[in-house]
């Protein structure tokens, strides 16, 4: 099926003052702060892929939940100077109306230094979009939005998004860093200036701003660094700019979904049942930088900007289950508990030998069958967190210091073997990489997670038991979803 594209076109130039020196020698050029217009065309991640890579089946909950997940509802651009301080230099922000996702923002204004109107600007700029966020403060400079960080995992949850629910949510998201280089931009109100991608660079397109129907601006070719005396093509407008030239945006959050239960069940255990009661998420960060290494690496958020030292665990890690944790082996974090990052199952499935599950929503699933857990939950690495007995000692680290924790799905039911029963726990932590010292979740991926049950489990979450037996998979998949048919198979 296919993601719903997001066009977002929009933002800025240009502002009137003139500046000149007495001193300036007859040769030099004398430049003026002049108005102009630039537009971003953009659209959430998405792109063209070898296979299918997120699925969410054929019912249509499926295709509602993909397009909620890339509703725009509110659309900033900030711009800043490429140079000295990086000042900032215009923001505007475009809401949704009518129910339909932002898809533009027109008319943000920056000063940009040329001679005249018309001619090709030498200014440089940084523009960044971000789509459904709101900062706690807004940015001065460009060092600012660096370090800039959002929190509130507990706002998003997949009943709440969009158009589903009464309060809605909608997914964080945001351009990369998109450098706007000198002499490429036309001055002056009668030109606009579109930003698009080529191969992966940036590419400046001048057109003329004739009216507002931006889509059939024709586009200009400069000559001899202006555009002031180009005539205009009619024939070649913004509209044929391809979908593959529009700014992308990657989503700040990732999905973790438990999508089948299994079992292999031998020996003392060969007659046991498991029912499932509630599916949860413990070691959720709360915060996410805006930035990381190289603009979008895996980070720590810890509930601040800097990773190490003491911090208080229960602002910074967040759980769906239980309310309060006995720490025993320090698998969890002194986290809050929040309902969002639980799934609760009445009559949850029944799993024993010769039975298993695939939850709503999952190819070949039954008619029927249980409601799948999903969970966004903000990027986070493998992080030692400290033996510490109060969550407000952080992580506090020394000889007490724990294994790396990770982001988890935590799998909680009744459990039966003959006369033993009893509230049992399975632990499968989320990650991006196999093997023991995998890194943990990223931004804008989906984890697919199918288990297998072998064991007893714990009756304690944070408890390690030699019989606690669970294997898993993990998928981590792309949030892009392309529609394709395959007509060769060998």
Known sequence: MKLKHLFLTALVVGSLASCSKDDDGPNEPVYQKIDTYLTISATSNNGIVMKSVVDEGPDEDGKQLLENEAFINKLTAYVFYNEGEKK?????????????????????????????????????????????????????????????IISGIDKYSVEGLASTGTTLSYLPMSSKVIEIEANTLAAGTAYDNWITLDNGKTKVINTTQRDKNTDALPILIPNNGSVKDVTSNNDLTVSKIGENAKITLTRYVARVQLEGLDCNFAGNYENATFTVKTVSIA?????????????????????????????????????GYPETIDRVDYYLAAGTRKDVLKKEYENGPVIKNGTSVLFKGVENAEEGAPEMARFYVFEFQKFAIGQDSKAEEGDKLGANDTKDIYTTLIITGEWENGAIKGIRNFRIPIKSTDGAEGEGVMRNNVYKVSATLTGEGTDNPDKNMLNACISFSVQVKPWKVIKQTETDIN
């Open 283 to 319: 070691n959720a960060s709360n915060s996410s930088k805006l930035f990381g290494e190289g603009n979008f690496a895996l980070q720590n958020v810890l509930g601040k900007t800097d990773v190490t030292g003491v911090y208080n665990q229960a602002d910074a890690f967040f759980r």
């Open 88 to 148: 900032l230099a215009a923001k505007e922000t475009a809401w949704a109306k009518n129910n339909k996702s932002v898809d533009r923002i027109e008319d943000v204004i920056v000063k940009v230094d040329a001679t005249e109107a018309g001619a090709i600007s030498k200014t440089s700029l940084i523009v960044v979009l971000l789509a459904n966020v709101d900062l706690a403060e807004e940015p001065a400079s460009y060092s600012d939005l660096e370090k800039g």
